[in-house]
Every structure is written in structure tokens, then in C-alpha cells.
């Protein structure tokens, strides 16, 4: 009798089963359109870091960076394994372009990471946000990429977002402290053409004018350049005090330690920004770089920082080379974090995600706890606010460890006083 009961139990879930209306199956209504991926098939994230020229370790560093993230996941996402497609950007427009180009022709593609370079993100980040993607760059600090205040950049787009600082500032503060701590009212700067070294001897140009200052030689080089000596004369005939050039490697490693072979510039100061703040560097200029000043983002502090310098250290037996890693590594967990926060996953582990809603999750983002520290991201994509540093290389002995401990000047302590 017990059997019987069981039996028509059995038979009567089965029947109210049977009766219930089948699941309707999964409809796009993005306005973007949708990525659909298989139960068995990967997630597949891009990323456009330059591995190629004088700047490719500055993309081997944002692989590492990455690397780390998708490691402590065990290279999965909500049961899928993340498969990581890298192009080299670069460090140029039209290698951003054709990078992004490569990306954006596979349909799986459901974000981007990168660029290294402000140069090869202006025609990347335009190429993805049409294709109707989201790039998030751990580099990128050209202020045109977002916005100041509330005036959009000029080279703005809607998918386009950053995890390290706007460097609208950094010409300020650069400007600020060569005027007001060394008592320079004369400058001189030179770019490479490049889109992060001309906004910022631009924006340095203008504070270091508006503080009384005079920018008596504004001129540039090219990339592949090795001879600087012509140009360094020219800098020594403006009868400037100090010379202002936030470019590359190696052209920058040229130019610092060419100056010490110039008559008249023997005593001249001289500042460079974070792109080539690198043990690489640093062991290339040695001592002809003493006392030469770099104006970069402050170093992150607090317990989320020490934890992922331990972990990179591990993973890599290295410490952290280089100031944008950490904000790489938090342009990634971004990525990741949003594409969880949006899926829609059916019962045999199907994944749908909307490209615009995961646009739309990334401008929402608030307390989003990074390496770097709280993550909120604005209108236009900023999702960093952090400070600025001015550092001076005494002791190249040290590496980069030492010249990042030799904080000269910043932003906070000026807030602060």
C-alpha cells in the first residue's frame, strides 16, 4: 500500500510538472545587443596592451596586472573559463586602431582592457564604443579621454572608463611646485608628439604661465630619436632653469643623460612624468639622473594595497614595477564585477549579457573597493580621483622603490596644510 502511494505521488509531480508552461526562451532587448555564450564555451575578455617598441614593458607590467586578477579566480567567471585575447596597441594611434580592430571583428569579445598609451586610446576607445563595447584603462591619463569638472573631452566616448587618475591636474601641481618650492620663473618643455606629453606640457605651460612664470622654449621630438644634443642646445641658448619633458623611453633616457654633456646646462633641473617612472629607467640614466624630479600619481597605502603588492610579488617574485599595475589590476576586477553583476544565466549555465547594461553598471559604480582604494565612476568614465606626487631620484641605487619613497611634493600634503 506504501508503494502504491509512492508511485502516484511520483506520477502526479511528474503530471503537475509537465502541466507548468515551459520557460519562454531568452529575448534581447538591449540596446546594444547581447553577447550570448554556450554552457561549455569561455568568457572572452580583450585587452590592448603595447608588447612591441620602446614602451613594451610598460605592456608587459598591464599582462601581469591582469594575469593576477584572473589567477585569483582560477581564470573563471560564473562557471565559464575567462580566456584573455591580447593586441598590441602600440603606444601609437594607428596601433590602437588596428588593435581595436582585431578586438571588435569577434563578436564574444565582452569588454576591453586597456590601453597603455592616451595615444592609442583616442582611436581605440572610438572603435569599441561604436562596435558598442567597454574599455577600462588602468594608463590611460590624457584628461580629453573623459572630462574636467563638467566639460566633456574632446575625445570622450560612451563605453570609454579609467580606473587611474585623470592627469588634469598633474601640469598644476608640476607647474605649482617648480614655481613656488624652486623658485623657477623660467622653463622650458619638450614633447614627443605624443598625446599624454603634449596635454601635459600644455597644461604645465598654462599654470606655470598663470603663476608669473615664463615658458621661454616650447618645442618637441620624435619618436626614434637618439641625437638630442641639437635640442638640448636650444634649451641651453633660452638661458632656461629647468626643463619640463613627460615622454617615453628611450628618448627620454637620452635626453637626461645628454644634458650633462651640454655647456650651460650642467646645474639646469628637470622634471619627467610617471611613463617612465621604471627600474628600467633608473638603471639606464644612473647617476645622470640624480636629482631630476618625476611628477606622477601617489603611491595607493592601506591594507587592500599591501595585500595585492604581496600578492603580485608572489605570483611574480618581483615588486610592483610600475605605478599603473595596480590600476590595471582594478580595471579588471571592474570588468569582471560588472559582467557578474549584469549576466543572465539560463538552467544549463547559458550566459546572456546586455552591452548596454553593462555600460550602464560601470556608470553606477560606487564604493567599489580597489587596490587603489574606493572605485566611484562619474559621467564621463573617471572612476578615480587619487592624488598627485612630485618624487626626486637621489639614489638610483634604490630602484624604483627608493624613488617612490622620496615623496618631494604633493597634492594631498597641500590639501592637508
Known sequence: ???????????????????????????CKDALGCVTIAPDAPIKIGSLQVVSGGQAN????????????????????LGHPIVLQNEDEGCTPEGGANAALKLVADPQIVGIIGTICSSSAINAAKIMSEAGLVMISGANTVPALTGVGDEKGANWQAGYFRTIQNAAYWGDIAATFVSQKLGVT??????DN???????TELFSQKFTALGGEVVLATSINRGDKDMLPILAAVAKS???????????????????????VVGLEKIQRMVAGSVATDKFIKSVEAKGIGMYVVVTAKPSGAAFDKFSADFKAKYNTNVPHFTVPYTYDATNLLL????????????????LGRQALRDALY?????????????????????????????????????DGLNDNVIFSSTLEKSK
Open 1 to 27: 500500500m506504501l508503494r502504491y502511494k509512492v508511485v502516484v505521488s511520483f506520477m502526479f509531480m511528474v503530471m503537475v510538472a509537465a502541466c507548468q508552461p515551459a520557460k519562454p526562451p531568452f529575448e
Open 58 to 77: 610598460l605592456g608587459e607590467f598591464g599582462l601581469q596586472a591582469i594575469g593576477l586578477a584572473l589567477t585569483e579566480r582560477d581564470n573563471r567567471l
Open 364 to 400: 553606477t559604480v560606487t564604493d567599489f573597493q580597489g587596490a587603489t582604494g574606493e572605485i566611484h565612476c562619474n559621467k564621463f568614465g573617471d572612476c578615480n580621483i587619487g592624488s598627485v606626487s612630485v618624487l626626486q631620484l637621489n639614489d638610483p641605487a634604490t630602484g624604483l
Open 239 to 261: 638661458e632656461s632653469q629647468f626643463i619640463f619633458y613627460p615622454i617615453f623611453q628611450p628618448e627620454a633616457d637620452y635626453l637626461t643623460i645628454q644634458t650633462k654633456d
Open 194 to 200: 605624443d598625446a599624454y606629453a603634449e596635454a601635459l
Open 186 to 191: 623660467k622653463a622650458a618643455t619638450i614633447h
Open 337 to 352: 564585477k560588472a559582467i557578474e553583476q549584469v549576466v543572465l544565466k539560463d538552467d544549463d549555465n547559458t550566459l546572456h
